[in-house]
């Protein structure tokens, strides 16, 4: 048996997510599809994380196991070339120890929310990111995000659906910064609860657009309550950056 590595980007805006979903499709069974089209091997691909609806990634990391070994080159080949037309494209493919997993074997997560701050409606990027039309101030949402670091009850930014067994998170580092009309968002983490990110950022652009302030934000994290959250972001702007591991997986 022969573990691999991928590294994955797609659009999520087709798909209810990245595991497997008996009511529509999902990331996680195209990419299941792909490979067992070239092998005949029916495999779970178990990924570093999963996403919700409509939210797109980057750079997933997963892995799967074949009874066969392919060469590298063969085998992300011929699983783009089955993923056409999908929005999903394996950017490079690693053979990895067989105790290595995607998902356990992972010491960092990180996301980026990107935000357009403009009052013209979105064109190209319509599904690839979130519009906000009211001024908003990146350098005050930053500062006011510096009291979620560290290790907090997100309990207020954690949606009712949430499987984890504890609300109680640590949040490695939360940087919000301006690049022309966009806003980004970006987290990093060991895990991050179900809708943490996204009800983190609708509380920021409460903040950014003048009407919560710092005090605001931190009485909505002290709650330890969903009623106490602004609004939920919607999931056109997040993206999942980048999983990371003690070793190095891929050679570029």
């Known amino acids: 048996m022969t573990r691999y590595a991928i590294k994955i980007e797609f659009d999520g805006a087709p798909y209810m997510g990245w595991q497997r979903q008996s009511h529509g499709p999902s990331v996680q ?8 089209g070239i092998t005949q091997q029916q495999v779970v691909v178990q990924g570093a994380g999963r996403t919700d609806a409509g939210v797109h990634a980057k750079a997933m990391i997963a892995h799967f196991d074949l009874e066969t070994k392919l060469s590298d080159f063969r085998l992300i080949e011929g ?10 494209a394996i950017l490079d493919i690693a053979i990895v120890p067989n105790d290595w ?8 997560r990180s996301y980026r929310y990107r935000i357009i701050n403009r009052r013209a409606p979105l064109t190209f990027q319509l599904g690839k990111a979130w519009r906000v039309a009211r001024s908003m101030n990146a350098q005050v949402m930053h500062d006011a995000a510096q009291c979620l670091i560290g290790v907090h009850d997100f309990t207020t930014f ?6 984890s067994k504890s609300p109680i998170k640590s949040l490695s580092s939360l940087n919000i910064s301006r690049h022309d009309d966009e806003i980004w968002v970006e987290a990093a983490a060991l895990s991050f609860l179900h809708h943490q990110i996204r009800s983190i ?8 657009m003048g009407k919560w302030d710092k005090a605001d934000l931190r009485a909505a994290l002290e709650a330890k309550d969903r009623q106490a959250l602004a609004l939920n972001a919607p999931p056109d702007g997040l993206y999942f950056m980048d999983a990371k591991y003690e070793e190095r997986i891929f050679a570029k």
Do not use: D, M, W
Not at 79 to 88: G, M, V
Not at 101 to 108: L, M, P, T, Y
């Open 158 to 163: 954690r949606s009712t659906q949430c499987q």
């Open 79 to 88: 699983i783009n070339a089955k993923l056409i037309p999908h929005p999903i």
């Open 101 to 108: 997993h995607a998902r356990f074997s992972c010491v960092g």
């Open 29 to 36: 069974q195209t990419i299941e599809e792909a490979i067992y």
């Open 201 to 208: 950022v609708g509380c920021l652009a409460e903040v950014g």
